[in-house]
C-alpha cells in the first residue's frame, strides 16, 4: 500500500516565509524609491492621484522653460532695437 504523508508543519512555515519575504521586498522597495505607492496595487486612488500630479507637474515645467525661452528672446529683441535706435540717433 502506497502512504503519502503532509508535512503540516512545514506548510505553515512556508506560508509565513513567503508572507515575511513579500513584505520585506515591498519594504525595501519603498526604501529604495521613497515612495509609499509605487504601484497601482498598493493604493489605486492614490497611485491614479500621483500620476496625475506628476504630469501636471512635467507640463508646467515645461512651460516654464518656454515662458523663460520666450523672456530670453524678447530680452534679445529689446537689445537689439535699442542698437538700432542708437544708431539711427547718430
Do not use: C, P, W
Not at 496595487?41 to 501636471?56: C, G, M, P, V
Amino acid at each position: 500500500m502506497l502512504s503519502i504523508n503532509t508535512n503540516l508543519g512545514a506548510f505553515i512555515v512556508q506560508s509565513s516565509l513567503n508572507v515575511s519575504t513579500n513584505g520585506l521586498n515591498q519594504a525595501i522597495e519603498r526604501m529604495s524609491t521613497g515612495f509609499k505607492i509605487n504601484h497601482a496595487k498598493d493604493n489605486a486612488a492614490n497611485y491614479s492621484i500621483n500620476t496625475n500630479l506628476s504630469s501636471k507637474l512635467s507640463s508646467y515645467e515645461v512651460a516654464q522653460d518656454n515662458v523663460s525661452m520666450g523672456l530670453d528672446m524678447v530680452m534679445t529683441a529689446m537689445d537689439s532695437l535699442e542698437l538700432i535706435s542708437s544708431h539711427l540717433s547718430r
